[in-house]
């Protein structure tokens, strides 16, 4: 069963940092990998989707890495800013089209 | 496309009466997710379809728990008899599986059982 793993699980910066955000998973048979965002109260918008065969992705200031055979992922933030408060969830995707979510981790970013 | 489109957004229901939550997923998906979040257990997935048949139900928590997707188009995840730990949010998600895209997120339903 996969597990998946996120650190830290809060995060509080001042706005300009870059930061990054870690994702771990046991199981290393995976078709992808995506990063959601969640606001208080809201859904889940995907940020970033890397295929099993892709090292990386990118999306303005978003860059996230994948080393599939050890099992991590990396969310990257360029120059911060308090719009990017929300909690960020990483999410591998398994045979049968199934998402197994992290707990997430929590980001304050400080005007 | 409006994307996933879940009704209601919230519901708020006493214990022993049955719930029924809607999902309408993106047109031409054809893989079909409902998810419950918690604050003490996080995501789980409960059950997912693929081309309207269901795949993997072990994610549901008990037989009061049921699921169902008449067509492409709809979904409804019932709950009946509904308790107060039934009380969370649940999601809806759609994804293309063929072309290995992303899964995309409805708003959520906010259940609260009292």
């Known amino acids: 069963k996969q597990e998946v793993t996120q650190i830290p699980a809060a995060l509080s910066v001042p706005e300009g940092e870059n930061l990054v955000l870690n994702c771990s998973f046991t199981?290393?048979?995976?078709?992808?990998l995506q990063w959601f965002r969640q606001d208080p109260g809201k859904g889940l918008t995907s940020l970033l989707l890397?295929?099993?065969?892709?090292r990386e992705q990118t999306s303005g200031r978003l860059n996230a890495s994948l080393d599939k055979s050890s099992g991590r992922s990396t969310l990257y933030i360029a120059a911060s800013q308090p719009g990017d408060s929300a909690t960020y969830l990483c999410?591998?995707?398994?045979?049968?089209?199934?998402?197994?979510f992290g707990g997430g981790t929590r980001l304050m970013v400080k005007p | 496309d409006a994307g996933v489109i879940q009704s209601p957004r919230h519901e708020v229901t006493e214990m022993g009466q049955e719930v029924t939550l809607r999902c309408k997923p993106i047109?031409?998906?054809?893989?079909l997710f409902w998810y419950r979040q918690t604050m003490m257990r996080g995501l789980e997935l409960l059950i997912y379809?693929?081309?309207?048949?269901?795949?993997?139900d072990s994610g549901m928590p008990e037989d009061r728990f049921s699921a169902k997707m008449p067509n492409a188009s709809f979904s409804t995840l019932k709950i009946q008899p509904s308790e107060p730990r039934d009380s969370a949010v649940y999601f809806c998600?759609?994804?293309?599986?063929?072309?290995?895209?992303?899964?995309?997120f409805g708003q959520g339903t906010r259940l609260t059982v009292v």
């Open positions: 998600a759609s994804s293309q599986r063929q072309t290995n895209t992303e899964a995309f």
């Open positions: 047109s031409g998906h054809n893989s």
């Open positions: 199981d290393s048979a995976i078709y992808n």
């Open positions: 379809f693929n081309n309207n048949v269901p795949i993997d």
């Open positions: 999410a591998p995707e398994n045979a049968g089209n199934m998402l197994t």
């Open positions: 890397i295929q099993s065969s892709q």
